[in-house]
């Protein structure tokens, strides 16, 4: 029973959130006269020393005492005395874990958004790097169209912007205070849970006392808005598999995040981008796990919600890493701009191009211009050449009205610097838009 019912090993990490909550709770008892000035000082100084005993190590966790809140007040007890009995007076630990536990995730939630912005910022610095540089864009992972390289890392810019709007939704629907709910019906000691969620940080005391010790909907959004994250990053991750293979060859990373192989001498494995890209599993499956573990559960607490905190630590400290491994991939990667372009130069990526200038030009429909472009891709196919090297007679061959001009279209720096629409791949385009990223970074 003790095994099972502990969960001390994992909640220990809460111990500076509950230290926090306890700290504000005494002081609103004392303020509101329920507990005298000289119980709440004892108080104040014997939890101060309580989290300087843990944050040195000489902290002695009980598994005996089941929680992180029971083990801070056993301790408390020993060093204060009687006093330390009244801190729990008008609370209960069911609204006390939900305090300390939305805390913990509002802090982890700030802490991955200040790295979202870091490893933003690093894709920014490539993507302004390489804004002109032409590389070519895939669908099915077949060369479609020229983009460039800016223009494809500024998408993953926007799908992390994304990722932080989830969080701070997240954030900004949790930030608000269970502490006072009790047990789930309250308390007939008048406390003043405004007071507690003011200096916890919080917007407001949560309206309904059942709902406040039986919410998880705040750890279930931030492991949803994570999951979406991973998946960003393990797409991210998989094309930095792709392109540093020799297939590829658009990009290189250097010692500090590949590795070599234990036979094969030649080898520089991007590990860092593959564990990135597993670790998905492992935050998709947390965010499920709870889902299971909330699915059934009649109002208010169950000590099913015990299971609430592992999946959450792990997914925040997944996160972190991922994160900190991408920045640093992305910093550390070197673009090889003659091997993309020279990709872009296969496949014939201008053949819609080509449909458009006959569209325009020549005034055919687009049906039908996409049959006429068809016909001279097929032509080059059996030429071995470029749409580009096609002699002209060949191109008035399959449609008589063709004239020169149409080679000025087939250029690859003139088809992307052609792609003006909002949101296109042209290289000003790609410019002014690191830029209003950066300045909505600030």
Known sequence: MERINASIDVDQRLYAQDIAGSLAHARMLVRQGIIGQADGRAIERGLKRVKAEIESGSFNFRRDLEDIHMNVEARLQDLIGAPAGRLHTARSRNDQVATDFRLWVREAIDDLDRRLKDLVGALLDQAEQHAATVMPGYTHLQPAQPVTFGHHLMAYVEMLGRDRGRLADARRRLNESPLGAAALAGTSFPIDRRLTARELGFERPMANSLDAVADRDFALEFL????????????????????????????????????????????????????VRAKTGQLAGAFQGLLMVMKGLPLAYGKDMQEDKAPTFAAADSLQLCLEAMT???????????????????????????????????GLPFREAHHVTGSIVRAAEKAGCDLAALPLATLKAIHPRITREVFTVLDLDRSVASRRSQGGTAPALVRRAVAAARKQMK
């Open 224 to 275: 949803a808005a994570g999951a979406i994250l991973a998946v960003h990053l393990s797409r991210l991750a998989e094309e930095i598999v792709l392109w540093t293979s020799p297939a590829f060859g658009f990009v290189a990373l250097g010692d500090a995040f590949t590795s070599g192989s234990s036979i094969m001498p030649q080898k520089r494995n991007p590990d860092a981008a593959e564990l």
């Open 328 to 362: 640093g991939m992305m910093r550390d990667l070197r673009a090889d701009p003659a091997a993309m372009r020279a990709a872009a130069a296969k496949g014939f990526l201008t053949a819609t191009d080509l449909a458009d200038w006959l569209v325009r030009a020549l």
